[in-house]
């Protein structure tokens, strides 16, 4: 069955069903071990959608010099994380999760489209872009006949990667607030990872870098959960000045 695409819409956020009455309750209930081996799989760096190749941006903040050693690495992603993907990427994750689990795929377009219009440099749209492609691609190899993965990879301009995310932890049978830690732990390692190689930083400050963002992340999850549609913002100017002149730096080893 074929599932009609909306026309993208406007930057304004989608006026349709979103997550809201229980988004405050935590579902604290043990994960089953298959649903939390998923959870693990699709968090890890090894998940074939490249996430390794991006800094988000740390790599033009070392350069500029606001980034220099562990603490102001651990300051900068601590920030970026309630500020850039705990208010966007986070909150867009889970009321896809929520209309892939309901069949919305209106409300899956409208997200979709909402992400692709706030990205604030055509560096951090393409990568978005490009992890939602490989993970729709990946999606593709483990059921080729699912007709939500079709509808993901009809998305347009392309699948988002927060968008695709949701669908991958889908069917894990876990909550919300699991499958957003498992986003967010998967973006926190990446972000560590370009910290030790761009700062560069030792594996000992890398992994407490990894370890105060790991600290950060339920609270960061819970404010994602219970955030009203209204308050979703992609505003981060320095991240996105960084980002411009990223795309001009002279020497890089990232590809954001």
Not at 68 to 96: H, K, M, N, Y
């Amino acid at each position: 069955m074929a599932f009609p695409v909306r026309r993208a819409r406007r930057a304004s956020l989608p006026a349709s069903k979103r997550t809201r009455g229980n988004a405050r309750r935590r579902d604290e209930s043990p994960l089953a071990t298959s649903a939390l081996l998923q959870l693990i799989r699709l968090a890890s760096p090894s998940l074939p959608v490249g996430g390794f190749s991006y800094s988000e941006g740390i790599e033009a903040a070392v350069e500029s010099g606001f980034v220099t050693d562990e603490a102001s690495a651990r300051a900068w992603l601590v920030d970026q994380l309630a500020l850039g993907i705990g208010r966007s990427d986070l909150p867009v994750a889970a009321r896809s999760l929520a209309a892939w689990r309901r069949g919305d795929r209106d409300d899956v377009a409208a997200w979709n489209a909402w992400l692709a219009a706030t990205r604030e440099t055509s560096e951090l749209r393409r990568q978005s872009e490009q992890m939602g492609r490989s993970l729709a691609q990946w999606l593709r190899q483990r059921d080729a006949d699912d007709a939500r993965v079709a509808f993901l990879e009809a998305l347009g301009p392309a699948p988002m990667w927060p968008v695709a995310f949701a669908l991958a932890a889908e069917d894990s049978g876990a909550s919300a607030r699991a499958i957003l830690a498992s986003f967010a732990a998967g973006w926190a390692e990446n972000a560590a990872q370009a910290a030790l190689k761009a700062v560069p930083l030792g594996q000992a400050a890398s992994q407490r870098i990894l370890a105060a963002l790991s600290a950060a992340i339920p609270a960061a999850v819970d404010r994602a959960l219970a955030m009203p549609a209204s308050e979703l913002q992609a505003f981060a100017p320095m991240l996105a000045i960084l980002s411009s002149q990223h795309e001009e730096q002279y020497s890089r080893l990232f590809r954001s």
